[in-house]
């Protein structure tokens, strides 16, 4: 089992900033990508970007490239989003998640562990 927990979510006002942190644990050595998704009320889940833990490799989703920015910390075992110029649109529960292939995935069904999730509010 991977055990993953998601912090930094909050409220913050259009145009600001905010860092989303995702704590990994158990058989993190069965995770070789972590993405993060995000569902907003009455919306599928959406994806926003994903990192391998070996190469460092990125893959965004069309909405936050440029804006947004993921990274992980080998040492700690952690996953970072970045996120820049926030808009009310970016509002909405931010998950992350981990996988067992080498392929940056942007389909949910393909991610195999799940966090409970952070609420991100951004106010205009």
């Known amino acids: 089992q991977v055990q993953l927990v998601e912090s930094g979510g909050g409220l913050v006002q259009a145009g600001g900033s905010l860092r989303l942190s995702c704590a990994t644990s158990g058989r993190t050595f069965s995770s070789y990508v972590m993405g993060w998704f995000r569902q907003a009320p009455g919306k599928e889940r959406e994806f926003v970007a994903a990192?391998?833990?070996?190469?460092?490799?990125?893959r965004y989703g069309d909405s936050v490239k440029g804006r947004f920015t993921i990274s992980r910390d080998n040492a700690k075992n952690t996953v970072y989003l970045q996120m820049n110029s926030l808009k009310p649109e970016d509002t909405a529960v931010y998950y992350c998640a981990s996988k067992g292939s080498s392929w940056l995935g942007s389909d949910a069904r393909v991610y195999d562990y799940w966090g409970q999730g952070t609420q991100v509010t951004v106010s205009s």
């Open positions: 990192i391998s833990w070996s190469s460092g490799r990125t």
